[in-house]
T-cell receptor
Framework: GQQLNQSPQSMFIQEGEDVSMNCTSS?????WLWYKQDPGEGPVLLIA?????ELTSNGRLTAQFGITRKDSFLNISASIPSDVGIYFC??????????????FGKGTLLTVNP | SQTIHQWPATLVQPVGSPLSLECTVE??????LYWYRQAAGRGLQLLFY??????ISSEVPQNLSASRPQDRQFILSSKKLLLSDSGFYLC??????????FGPGTRLTVL
């Protein structure tokens, strides 16, 4: 099946630092999504991107839909301890149909040292 | 507003026992529903999805089955659990392309 290459797999940063993670694919996606998962909980949708080139912010988070439709990045500015968790990218294929299935990356584990 | 519930939150079952996990959605009609499994805190594997009552699509061959007896109810079942069925099971819903919203999950441990 389709795969998203998400990197890095893990990050260890100091509080206050900026963070950047990205996802790439060999396929074209109509939609890119970024989720955050806290331990023992379900993923929470952070940002949804629907147009190539779109740049969207949600507080300290900024995400972009790559112009080729094959990649996306997520930036977190001025990280704080509660940013700790696993961040997933997800995409919906252009030919996805009405089942709205998503393809997920394997996640980036973020650790923030106070 | 829409909410999604899963129960139980935690379950410990012996090998060979049956399983029934339930997911319900409130505040929306005719959602697409999904079951995922997450092993070792990483990687979401889509197990089943449903676009309507009684319509189930399986993504991977496995020991589990799914049913959708009502519009906003999705059930994950097994007749005989295996050790490899242990994991974190997540239900999700969607009513438009490109967005899915997840429930709180069920932690299943098979001993």
């Amino acid at each position: 099946g389709q795969q998203l290459n998400q990197s890095p797999q893990s990050m260890f940063i100091q509080e206050g630092e900026d963070v950047s993670m990205n996802c790439t694919s060999s396929s074209i996606f109509n939609t890119w999504l970024w989720y955050k998962q806290d331990p023992g909980e379900g993923p929470v949708l952070l940002i949804a991107l629907y147009k190539a080139g779109e740049l969207t912010s949600n507080g300290r988070l900024t995400a972009q839909f790559g112009i080729t439709r094959k990649d996306s990045f997520l930036n977190i500015s001025a990280s704080i301890p509660s940013d700790v968790g696993i961040y997933f990218c997800a995409g919906q294929l252009r030919s996805g149909g009405s089942n709205y299935k998503l393809t997920f990356g394997k996640g980036t584990l973020l650790t923030v040292n106070p | 507003s829409q909410t999604i519930h899963q129960w139980p939150a935690t379950l410990v079952q012996p090998v060979g026992s049956p399983l029934s996990l339930e997911c319900t959605v409130e505040g929306t009609s005719n959602p697409n529903l999904y079951w995922y499994r997450q092993a070792a805190g990483r990687g979401l594997q889509l197990l089943f999805y449903s676009v309507g009552i009684g319509q189930i699509s399986s993504e991977v061959p496995q020991n589990l089955s799914a049913s959708r007896p009502q519009d906003r109810q999705f059930i994950l079942s097994s007749k005989k659990l295996l050790l490899s069925d242990s994991g974190f099971y997540l239900c999700a819903w969607s009513v438009r392309p490109g967005e899915q919203f997840f429930g709180p999950g069920t932690r299943l441990t098979v001993l």
